[in-house]
């Protein structure tokens, strides 16, 4: 019994390809006749013999899953021409189903064989004239291809003749391109969406990194530069794209480099290719026992290839995107008994390759085989209802074209091009599944997300569907997947960090890998960014605080500082108090001690210290360019006082000397006039031109959290300031020097040894601060300029006009002449001296 069927099988294998006797030297193909013939290519062998050099093509790996898929459009058609009550009346549905191979030239040359006319099949398709018209082709409609670079070449040739083609599995996102490809439809969505669900996916997993892996072809290479772009649009790092060649194969040096890339790789890994491409990528990683996240395009996330691979579940988490899964209707049960009186050469051709037969024993999917009653267990859920739409949308096109009802339909005949522009338009519901197409072709269908289950307590892989996407909608998930979302450092199987609020992202090592810095006191960031922003140049950001930058304090010697408090009030008594010697030295113009501390010199003194002690105001407040006069105004002022105090000493030591020798070099520096003008004047020269060639001007010294606003001196500024100093010191020295000679003098009034006592002071005092003035940074160092400068002032009012005045008001009897004469004739006396009065 058993040969006589495996008999009857070979018979109807020849007799129903009469035309192509020898199975792997021609395209192998099934047909239908009918009143409308649907034209199908489907990859039912998966590779060809196709070398560098040209030749003869065969096919090999045949693909029991597209083998179904080719009997689903088989099935369909047979449903509709058979259901009832009839949707085409008086009409029937043909095919004629091509396999392909997966090969670009074989689709090419299958669908020149469904354009060419059947009623002259020696008829060539293109006319001779470019302005004729094409003949209208048998074949009005295409299903098919399933590859997307495939679907790219057949689609050019079928917009000759305007043949509507629908594809079930094409994704790529050029064919929506209506200007290359105007008749190309699809009942799967477009790879434009796929790209943007598993961004959506990466995005809601808080995943900052990611590996991309795609290949040549159209769907990889435009897959993976739509991924590209939307991941570095939307900050998340992409460690590396590995584009893989038509060459791949495992082992190559292609091979051997991304599983390097892999294996020092952060990231989560996307799989942007066919399935044969990953299966040997996945082979590798389970050799190497790698462990990463990995994202599964549609052309693997189902594959049972790959997922009951020997150690599959090692390679760690694997999330999946696929086409809307939806059972077709009675298929199942067609497969089961298809082998019962149904014949078709494809059929046959399965029988043949596969050497099964129909046996009456029960199937265990787990460990399915190519046997006859096991073949239900391969029928997908995806390409398969795609297919299945395809033909319902198909058939309802040619109900409203050709206008059928219940009982007839009143046209039978119509062209490509109309029945093209009625599919365009259709829109209507399938078993629930509502399918309309977009200004690009593109249908109205969504995406489910899988998950690989690999836990311990199960047998190999369990594909679990844990949530939908659709087009233009949020990404939405029907079970609990906290555990795979970034934890509060750290993603799952990245080093990537979640930096806190004034903290940024420094690259660690590779390229996504990242560690925490904190930004500086002059930056800002909210976190999770790979720089901190640049607060405005008057702002920083506190260090409680990073992620906002603040107004700085501006600061500069307030006027209601305790230390500006002080200094004013002290200045303030000495103007009053420099103004009440000057009111008692003017009552007294005529007297000796007045004619001792100078004469008139004494009111130039006197208003030189003045100007000094008023110095201090220009020291307090925001500095402006008329306050930054302070330390040259006191340059003058000390210059023009102390030149009045020498030419007082030369008078003192000119008048109590009685040293011929002393006397006569004294006498020639005896012109108090001639020596105020030419000291004070050289300082007055030194400080104008320091004023006008290289003022001293406001300047804002930006600190970490104030702003110090001080009078700024430059390098050649500084100059100015050493020389005014060194100038002013140099002459108090002298002042020194002479006083300290004069000391023993007959000096009734002690000026000598007052004035030696008010530049010993002086010059302590600018001993002192110059070293600090120079290091000294902050609001006080024009505090401790005007410090220096009042007790310098005060130094010369103390000692050398103070006591004068007090003189002139509570000793009087020593303020005349005869005093001064007793004074001296006493003191010579001391040193048996003769005094000739």
């Not at 060194?726 to 000679?741: H, Q």
């Not at 609001?779 to 007790?791: D, E, R, T, V």
Request: net charge neutral.
């Amino acid at each position: 019994m058993f040969l006589l069927k495996l008999l009857v099988t070979f018979m109807s294998v020849f007799h129903s390809s009469s035309e192509n006797t020898d199975f792997r030297a021609e395209m192998k193909h099934t047909y239908l006749h009918g009143d409308v013939i649907i034209g199908g290519l489907f990859p039912i062998n998966q590779q060809t013999n196709r070398t560098t050099d040209p030749g003869p093509i065969s096919c090999k790996m045949f693909d029991i899953q597209t083998f179904l898929r080719a009997q689903v459009m088989i099935y369909s058609i047979q449903e509709i021409n058979q259901q009832t009550p009839r949707l085409l009346p008086n009409l029937t549905l043909g095919y004629d189903i091509y396999d392909t191979c997966g090969d670009v030239s074989l689709a090419i040359r299958a669908a020149l064989q469904l354009l060419k006319d059947q009623s002259d099949p020696q008829r060539c398709l293109i006319p001779a004239s470019i302005n004729s018209s094409l003949p209208e082709p048998e074949t009005k409609v295409v299903i098919g291809e399933e590859l997307s670079e495939v679907s790219l070449a057949v689609a050019r040739v079928l917009a000759l003749p305007s043949v509507t083609q629908i594809s079930y599995a094409s994704t790529s996102e050029q064919l929506s391109l209506k200007y290359k490809f105007p008749t190309f439809l699809r009942t799967v969505s477009s790879d434009k969406h796929q790209t943007q669900a598993i961004y959506e996916l990466v995005k809601y997993f808080s995943w900052q990194s990611v590996a991309i892996v795609g290949s040549t072809d159209e769907y990889g290479k435009y897959g993976t530069d739509s991924l590209l772009k939307l991941f570095t649009g939307n900050n998340i790092c992409v460690d590396f794209v590995d584009i893989l060649p038509d060459t791949f194969v495992k082992n190559c040096s292609t091979a051997r480099d991304l599983l390097k890339k892999i294996e020092i790789s952060t990231a989560e890994a996307i799989m942007f290719t066919i399935d044969t491409n990953v299966r040997i990528i996945l082979e590798a990683v389970v050799e190497k026992n790698l462990n990463r996240t990995w994202i599964a395009s549609d052309t693997w996330s189902t594959s049972s290839k790959i997922s009951e691979m020997t150690g599959i579940e090692s390679i760690g988490p694997v999330f999946g995107f696929n086409f809307r899964q939806k059972e077709v209707p009675g298929f199942q049960d067609y497969v089961t008994s298809m082998f019962n009186g149904t014949t078709n050469s494809i059929l046959s051709y399965y029988q043949v390759f596969t050497n099964s037969s129909k046996v009456d024993v029960k199937c265990n999917c787990a460990n399915k085989t190519s046997d006859m009653n096991c073949l239900y267990c391969y029928i997908d859920h995806d390409e398969s209802y795609n297919i299945y739409l395809a033909v319902q949308v198909i058939a309802e096109g040619l109900r409203i074209l050709l206008k059928c009802n219940n009982q007839s339909c009143e046209q039978t005949t119509f062209t490509a091009i109309e029945l093209f522009h009625v599919i365009r338009k259709i829109n209507i519901t399938v078993n629930d599944t509502n399918i309309y197409f977009d200004e690009n072709g593109d249908p109205s269908l969504g995406y489910d997300i899988l998950f690989w289950n690999t836990s311990a307590s199960k047998e190999g892989v369990e594909k679990i569907k844990i949530g939908e996407y659709w087009p233009n909608k949020n990404i939405s998930f029907n079970k609990d997947l906290s555990q795979w979302r970034t934890t509060e450092n750290v993603s799952v199987f990245n080093c990537f960090k979640t930096c806190k609020p004034g903290e940024k992202m420094e690259l660690h090592y590779g390229k996504c890998c990242y560690r925490c810095a904190n930004c500086s006191p002059q930056e800002s960031s909210y976190g999770n960014d790979t720089f901190c922003s640049l607060c405005e140049e008057n702002e920083f950001s506190p260090a409680n605080r990073r992620y906002t930058c603040e107004n700085k304090t501006e600061e500069f010697l307030e006027w209601t500082d305790p230390f500006s408090i002080i200094l004013v009030m002290t200045s303030a008594i000495a103007i009053i108090a420099t103004a009440v010697i000057a009111i008692v030295i003017g009552f007294n113009c005529g007297t000796p001690i007045v004619k001792a501390i100078g004469g008139s010199l004494c009111y130039v003194e006197m208003a030189s210290l003045l100007l000094g002690f008023c110095t201090t105001f220009t020291f307090i407040g925001k500095p402006t360019p008329n306050s930054c006069v302070g330390i040259p105004l006191f340059g003058i002022s000390f210059s023009l006082c102390v030149s009045c105090i020498l030419a007082n000493l030369i008078q003192i030591l000119l008048g109590f000397s009685f040293d011929p020798r002393v006397c006569s070099k004294i006498k020639k520096l005896n012109h108090p006039v001639a020596v105020v003008v030419i000291i004070s004047g050289v300082q007055l020269g030194v400080s104008l031109a320091w004023l006008i060639v290289l003022p001293r001007l406001p300047s804002k010294d930006q600190k970490e959290s104030t702003i110090l606003y001080q009078c700024n001196m430059c390098e050649k500024s500084k100059k100015f300031f050493v020389a005014t100093i060194v100038y002013n010191s140099f002459w108090g020295v002298v002042c020194f020097i002479f006083a300290f000679k004069g000391r023993k003098l007959p000096d009734i009034y002690k000026n000598a040894s007052l004035i030696t006592v008010s530049m010993v002071l002086f010059l302590i005092i600018w001993i002192v601060f110059l070293p600090i003035y120079l290091t000294l940074e902050g609001k006080y160092k024009p505090a401790i300029s005007s410090a220096a400068i009042l007790i310098s002032c005060f130094s010369i009012l103390g000692c050398h006009l103070a006591p004068k005045c007090y003189i002139m008001l509570f000793r009087k009897e020593i303020n005349n002449q005869n005093a001064i004469s007793e004074y001296i004739r006493k003191h010579y006396e001391r040193k048996d001296l003769s005094v000739i009065s």
